[in-house]
């Protein structure tokens, strides 16, 4: 697909993984790609090294020769980021990748409304195989979201969601490697603990999580059914399983998902009290 400019404001790590994919997926060529930041040289010539991407401290010429502008900055610096651009911001679409900054949030800091997409990716952009969902303002056409879903599959899936649904996927998907990797970190101790060489325990449980994903996705039964046809009766994994049910392993995962979706909705609240402060 053919695009124009897009330009990054922020050259953080999602940033990069973001690059990455759309020049690896041939989605952007490195010519079509700007990346600005405030003041970090080294990191401006470090991508301007790596991808050939354009770089700059200039972001009202980021805005003014992109059609794309991506919002990669830290959070809290939403505000000084969009600061100096707001009378540039005509047809283009703006991206967020800002985890807790809402549409309303940027459009208030913005003084209009405009055409707002919020995404939410998670770590493992960083090897294109990210799980994001994605929402837009009211000014956002069907062409021009499609246009960014096509940005965010060269990094993993994207999903199109209603905002008031990305709280949840925050609590799910946005949080969830961690949850795995905690999973990973007691198994790598239980392997350690039943003899096991820790380097060998590594691998093992590495090859499981990739088989059993690609499991799921391969296959149209339910996980439960595939669960049941890996647990014989009076078998091993019943008898490990029994402990995951006697320690309510399941009510502690919904549990932990729910207090993650609301602690997105407290800073999403939070992030807005703190940041709006330009009126319409």
Not at 103 to 131: F, H, Q, W, Y
Not at 132 to 146: D, L
Not at 165 to 192: F, H, N, R
Request: charged share 25%.
């Amino acid at each position: 697909m053919k695009m124009d400019k897009i330009g990054f404001i922020g050259a953080g790590s999602m940033a990069e993984a973001m690059v990455a994919g759309l020049i690896k997926g041939k989605v952007f060529t490195s010519g079509q790609i700007i990346v600005a930041n405030r003041s970090n040289s080294t990191r401006l010539h470090e991508f301007s090294q790596k991808y050939g991407v354009e770089t700059t401290h200039d972001k009202q010429k980021l805005v003014k020769d992109a059609s794309i502008i991506v919002l990669a900055m830290k959070p809290k610096d939403v505000k000084a980021g969009l600061d100096g651009v707001q009378h540039l911001i005509d047809k283009q679409v703006i991206v967020s990748v800002l985890a807790g900054i809402s549409i309303d949030t940027i459009e208030n800091i913005l003084g209009k409304e405009a055409a707002i997409v919020r995404a939410m990716p998670n770590t493992s952009a960083a090897i294109l195989k990210s799980a994001t969902a994605i929402a837009g303002s009211k000014n956002v056409t069907p062409n021009q979201m499609n246009r960014c879903k096509t940005l965010f599959e060269a990094i993993g899936i994207c999903k199109i969601v209603e905002e008031k649904q990305l709280d949840a996927v925050t609590g799910l998907s946005g949080s969830g490697p961690a949850y795995i990797y905690y999973l990973v970190e007691a198994m790598e101790k239980a392997a350690v603990d039943v003899g096991l060489d820790p380097f060998v325990a590594r691998d093992l449980i590495v090859q499981t999580l990739l088989g059993a994903s690609e499991m799921i996705a391969v296959s149209d039964k339910h996980p439960s059914q595939l669960r049941k046809e890996v647990t014989s009766p009076n078998g091993t994994t019943e008898a490990g399983i029994s402990i995951l049910k006697e320690r309510q392993v399941e009510d502690a995962v919904i549990s932990c998902i729910r207090r993650a979706t609301e602690r997105s909705e407290e800073l999403k609240s939070m992030f807005s009290e703190e940041l709006i402060s330009y009126k319409k």
